[in-house]
């Protein structure tokens, strides 16, 4: 979830979670007032009629319509003393003008007379429906909510646009970061001081990040060559040794260990190299890539070297499979595989290419059980009968797949020993 959606969430549950609790005591409020007046409205009525009998006077009908009623009644002086002279209740009340029920705000007051008398006068005057009321509270309510809540949504997702600005141009910048490429300085004004800083620290960051690439990859090229050529002038020695006549057949044994493991780690110096420099991204060329002339090529080679082995090649292709990368690192991986498929199969072996607009696979027969999936490509394994390989193969098929946003996976099917390379839906890159 985008930050300015999570903001915008946040807060209209806070704003809804708001509006909800203050309509609850501003119904009770409302409520309370309506009865406060028509409480003194009573009261008012209640006084009249009580002066009013008292002086003997006519009441009128104007004290007796639909809307105001009254009932005066004699009561004991033991219901006096017993029960509240003044009392407010609300009540269902019959009104005859109009023949129903009517819900009724009613005060009821005891009063006693000149002669010691006592009377109760009941005052009731209709009252506000108050199920309608709550209706009526609801509907206005649930529309201020939702003007409240998309109002503020609205004015919230232009302000956080506004104010984040700054930010979202610095995850721009950020993206467009390459360790290999010279970047442009980062132009990103603001007055926000916290931005401000953050544009600092992470521009900093990445000059630190490219700095530290550059010195790595000049440390590692530096160490290979530097490494490369001891490691000649000690095989040349060695081979000049070896053709001294007087050398026994032990020493004779014994230098060509030697000479085979300067071999190996010439070789494993080479690979290690060619790993770094995939793993620091020095391979930028990006162009649509043959899988199906790129095998086609490196098979014409492999097959004439492993031809003793006489491994039978087999082309199952529903369409060919392209990909836009580095053409150089697409030979690498594709160099790996075959080899690998080649190196560990079995005498008249078969080595099966299949290929599809979305993967590209490769299986080959050889040993009867499963490779370690968790393993296979991490570096320096290889497999028990195979002691002199660097184990660094599929390590670099790995990594490949990984800078170029490819996905690589092996399983063990039919016998086989099957290598997928495809697209990556994920979006690696």
Known sequence: MKLLHHITLRLSILMSLLILFWSVPF??????????ETDDSLEEMAETIIKRTLAGEELGSAFSSSNNQFHIRDVSAEYAATHDHIRYEDREVYVKEMRE?????????????DDGAFHELEVYTPHIEKDDLRETIFKWMLALALTLLFGTMLLNTLSIRLTMKPLYNLLKWTEQFRLHKKMS?????????????????VEQSMLRSQKQFELQKNFIGNASHELQTPLAVCMNHLELMLEDPN???????????????????????????????????????????????????????????????????????????????????????????????FVHNRQGGRIVLESSADHFRISNTGTENALPTNQIFEPFYHSPDKPNSTGLGLPITKSICRQSGLYIKYEYLDAMHCFEVGKDHTDLK
């Open 247 to 341: 050398l026994e057949e032990k020493q004779i044994v014994e230098i060509g260990k030697v000479i085979r493991t300067l071999k190996n780690m010439t070789q494993l110096n080479r690979t290690l190299l060619v790993l770094s420099r995939i793993d620091n991204g020095q391979f930028t060329k990006s162009e649509s890539v043959s899988f199906r002339e790129v095998t086609a090529r490196i098979l014409t080679d492999l097959q004439s070297i492993f031809a003793s082995m006489d491994i039978r090649v087999e082309t199952r292709s529903s369409s060919d499979f392209q990909y836009v990368m580095d053409p150089t690192l697409a030979s690498m991986l594709l160099t790996n595989l075959l080899k690998n498929a």
């Open 101 to 113: 029920y009517e819900s009724a705000r009613m005060l009821t007051t005891i009063y006693c007379d």
């Open 185 to 201: 300085k980062l132009v990103n004004p603001t007055n926000i001081h916290e931005f401000r800083q953050l544009n600092e620290t």
């Open 27 to 36: 119904y009770y409020a409302l409520i309370e007032e309506v009865n406060d």
